[in-house]
Each structure stands twice: as C-alpha cells, then as structure tokens.
C-alpha cells in the first residue's frame, strides 16, 4: 500500500483555489486559524490547497474607498470557494449605509448568488455546562439546521429616506418572489430529507404578506416531500420555543431578517456564538464559508477569539463544496476531541484557564 502511494500522490492531488477574505477585527486570526487547520487536514488527506487573499469590508475601505472592490468580486468568482472571516467595526459605524463594511458582505452575497446560507447549531456535550438553558431543557441535547434565505427580503429592499407627515422619515421593504421562496424551500425540504425529516417553516404570516406567499408556497411544496413533516411557526413564538424546547427542531426554513436573529439566539444556546459556522450556497455548491459572529473589535488583535467557528465552516466547506467528506469529518471530530478534553478559549472559559486562538487552533491540529 505505502509503495505505490507517492505515485497516486502525484496523480491524484488536487488543489483547491481559495478566495479568503480575512476583513476586520478578528477576521485576520480567525482565518489565519483556519488556514493552518486546511493546511494541516490537506497534508493528511492529500489535498492541496492555493489560498489568495483579497480585501473586503472596514480594510478594503482604508485601503481604496471602497467596502468591495471590484478585484475582491473578481477574484472571488475566480476561486473554487471562499472562506471568510468577519466585517465591521467602530471605526467605519460613522459611514452612511451604503459604504458600510456591512455592505460589502451583502454585496458579494449577492455577486455570488448565495440564497442559502446553512447555520447548523448544535449541543456538544462537552459545552453542556456553558449552555445557558436549564439542564432538563437540554438533557436530549440538540441538533438544528438553520436555512437561512440570504439574497432576498428586506435586507435587499427597496429603502431610503423621505419626508414623511411627521418631518424626517426612514424605510426599508421587505419582498419576496414566488422564485426566491421556492428555490429556498426547496433547499430546506432536500436539507431535512437527509436529516431527521422534519422541517419548521418560520414567518409572521399573521401580519406580512411576504409572510403569506411563504407560507402558501412550503405548502404548495411540501406535496412533493410526503416523507417530510412540514409545520409552521410564527416567528415570535419561535423565538421562545428555542429556549423552551430547543430538541423539537430539525430543519428551520426562514427569511433573511428572521434567519438573522434566530440563528444569533441559536448560537447562544449552544455555549458561545464563536461556535457556530456558516455555509452560503448558490445554485453549484462551492459557495462562501464564514462563521456566524461579527468582528469583535473589542477582542481584535489579541489573540483571544474562538477560532471554532471559522474552524467548522472550512469542513463545511470541505464537505459542500468539495465533497472531501472525510477531510471535513476529521476536522469535526478534531474539534470534538479538543472540546472533550476541556480545552476552551476565553469565551467558553468559565473556571479552567482560556486558551489563545492560536493555542486553540494547535490543540485542533494536534487531535487531527
Ligand atoms: C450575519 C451578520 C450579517 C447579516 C451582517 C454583518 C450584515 O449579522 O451574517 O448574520 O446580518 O447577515
Ligand atoms: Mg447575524
């Protein structure tokens, strides 16, 4: 076997280009982290890997004005898939909205047509004691896939500013097509096929109309999927139910805005919201990976961040985008391996001493 493997070495390496877009605050280390796990997870499975930075958010700002420069859409496009580290901060709060480093990200979510962006949370045993919810709560654990809508609804609107009746007046639309809702649904119904086969469709259909031609639609769908159990929830009540009875979801399928705040609120219950990863997926499935948080300007530079999540949606990224199943199964079960041996990163540190995000990220390779 080990004779002939330097020659199938050579036939059979591949090389993946990835776009990386490190942007603000903790984005840098986190990617760095993540980068070096590739690394390591590509020496052993006989992946290779061609990483090219490119600037997007607060830097690409400093750096030319612009939140998403054209070679940052460009190259993007250009790679195989993406990894992505997080944008924003307070020094660019001042900016109109247009301008923001938060723009950029919706900007090349849209360039890329990434309407779906998967943000599976789940309880790891291990974290058991950081989750904030009674511990009969979560005696079953849980285990729940978030489909997100993300290129559509009121994040992409129509909005602006008028002179309304009472002087001074701000508004932002919410829409949706039947397109956009069935091509997200219909994500949602293969996502829970494949799952435990049942499927929450979250919405505010006792007040908006989006809400209305939502639901109607994962019903019209839903008879094409008899082996998926299909309800819906109203969107406040499905804020409470994470926190009263996390285990009763699978798949939740929701709008851009709910998906948003739901997924935040998921996260927490997790333990820490530097665990949760993010696959965002357009019609082929290389996509865009990025974890769930934002910057934390506060923590940036300090080597102090969890680089988890990041860590996770480079194996998402292994599994959706390059089908490297076992490449992006040995990371998992890296993380798991780090996590039950109780090393735990400043956020997650609650009595044991917190570890860097580079001495998280060499834990991880360590148990690869
Ligand atoms: C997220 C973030 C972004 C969003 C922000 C930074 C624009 O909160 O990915 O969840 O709202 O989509
Ligand atoms: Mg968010």
């Avoid at 798991?336 to 570890?355: I, N, Q, S």
């Amino acid at each position: 076997m080990q004779k002939g493997k330097s020659v199938l070495h050579e036939v059979s390496m591949k090389n993946y280009k990835i776009g990386l877009l490190k942007g603000d605050g903790i984005g840098p280390e986190i990617v760095d982290s993540a980068v070096r796990v590739l690394g390591a997870v590509g020496k052993k499975f006989d992946i290779g890997f061609t990483f090219t930075p490119y600037l997007i958010g607060g830097v690409a700002i400093d750096a030319c004005g612009k939140p998403l420069p054209d070679e940052t859409v460009e190259g993007c496009l250009a790679s195989d898939s993406i990894l992505l580290g997080a944008v924003g901060g307070p020094k660019w709060d001042v900016l109109p909205g247009n301008v923001r480093p938060e723009k950029a990200l919706l900007g090349i979510r849209a360039a890329m047509g990434l309407f779906t962006n998967l943000r599976p949370a789940k309880l790891y045993p291990a974290l058991k004691g950081e989750c904030p919810l009674r511990e009969d709560i979560v005696a079953n654990g849980f285990d729940i896939m978030i489909v997100r809508e993300l290129t559509g609804g009121i994040y992409f609107g129509e909005r602006g500013y008028r002179e309304g009746k009472y002087g001074e007046e701000a508004y932002d639309t919410e829409s949706y097509s039947r397109m956009e809702i069935e091509r997200i649904v219909r994500v949602a119904f293969e996502t829970a096929r494949k799952r435990r086969k049942k499927l929450t469709s979250i919405d505010k259909a006792n007040v908006l109309e989006t809400s209305r031609l939502w639901r109607k639609i994962v019903h019209e769908i839903a008879v094409e999927y008899p082996d998926v159990e299909v309800s819906d929830m109203l969107v406040d009540n499905a804020a409470m139910q994470l926190v009263r009875n996390p285990s009763q979801f699978d798949v939740i399928v929701t709008s851009n805005m709910f998906g948003d705040i739901l997924s935040d609120e998921a996260s927490q219950i997790t333990g820490s919201i530097g665990m949760l990863p993010s696959a965002s997926l357009n019609e082929g499935k290389r996509g865009l990976y990025e974890p769930i948080h934002g910057s934390a300007p506060d923590i940036a530079g300090q080597n102090k961040a969890n680089p988890i999540a990041t860590v996770l949606s480079a194996a998402m990224m292994l599994l959706y985008a390059f089908d490297e199943k076992d490449a992006s199964e040995a990371i998992v079960s890296a993380v798991d391996k780090v996590l039950e041996a109780g090393y735990r990163t400043a956020d997650l540190a609650h009595g044991v001493p917190a570890l860097s995000t580079t001495e998280m990220t060499d834990k991880i390779i360590e148990a690869l």
